[in-house]
């Protein structure tokens, strides 16, 4: 019987509510957004396995301890894969436990700079190219300097890329610039973190994202567990007006 529950409700609006409500009552107190973020990394799991394949080159941007960046060894063994995280002892962490991956020790942007950077020493995963004072406000904020990098300027030409993983806390219209190139030359899947308000520090709304991905790049935009659905691809409206906040960037022809 429970089984059939969790199939039942798997990727519905329950889901979150539903496991929310289990945690509590097993006296595990973690906040909502946290098991939101939990469905969603499962998500994106689901689609790295259905899209990668053996010889599948991928990308992963903002790779923190590399949890998604396993996951594209694990399903792509024989590819070439590039990480990227400016945090410097993360950068180690990743160059020594992932050897076969090609790690940069780079914010990726629109430019190549060196510029602040600010490391969250509690949350590391909030770190970013923004200060957000607004989250997490009683956290401590240190402030060093990066290099940033374009995307163009780094990933070969001759390398197909099939998949890219985009979290980078604000700067994904950053990442998409410097990078134009190399999503119209590939169309790869691209799943990505954003939200309205962490976007628009960096000059970026919802609406900026989607013309930069759909109309310039010619990719469709849907959310996780609609394209694993096999439903419809978002609108631009449905897409601005969306309160999830992980998203998959696909082929127009699918």
């Not at 989250?135 to 390398?159: A, G, N, V």
């Amino acid at each position: 019987m429970r089984e059939l529950i969790k199939k039942n409700i798997k990727d519905t609006r329950a889901e979150p509510y539903t496991r929310w409500l289990v945690k509590r009552m097993r006296g595990i107190h973690m906040p909502f957004d946290l098991v939101k973020n939990e469905i969603y990394d499962r998500q994106a799991t689901d689609v790295i396995r259905y899209v990668l394949t053996e010889h599948s080159n991928a990308i992963d941007i903002g790779c923190h301890e590399g949890q998604f960046l396993k996951e594209f060894i694990k399903c792509a063994p024989n590819g070439r894969h590039f990480a990227f995280e400016p945090i410097p002892q993360l950068a180690r962490l990743l160059m020594d436990r992932f050897p076969s991956v090609t790690v940069y020790p780079y914010a990726v942007s629109n430019t190549a700079a060196d510029t602040p950077f600010y490391v969250i020493p509690d949350s590391p995963a909030l770190s970013g190219l923004n200060a957000r004072e607004f989250l997490s406000p009683d956290k401590p904020r240190q402030e060093i300097k990066i290099r940033t990098e374009r995307l163009d300027d780094i990933i070969p030409r001759e390398t197909k890329i099939d998949l890219i993983k985009i979290d980078v806390e604000g700067a994904e219209g950053l990442v998409i610039m410097g990078g134009r190139d190399t999503l119209i030359r590939n169309r790869p899947y691209v799943i990505l973190e954003h939200g309205d308000a962490s976007s628009k520090p960096f000059g970026f709304s919802s609406g900026d994202i989607y013309d930069l991905l759909v109309d310039q790049c010619g990719l469709q935009l849907s959310l996780l567990k609609n394209w694993l659905h096999h439903k419809r691809c978002l609108t631009q409206h449905e897409f601005i007006s969306s309160r999830d906040w992980y998203f998959l960037a696909h082929p127009a022809t699918e």
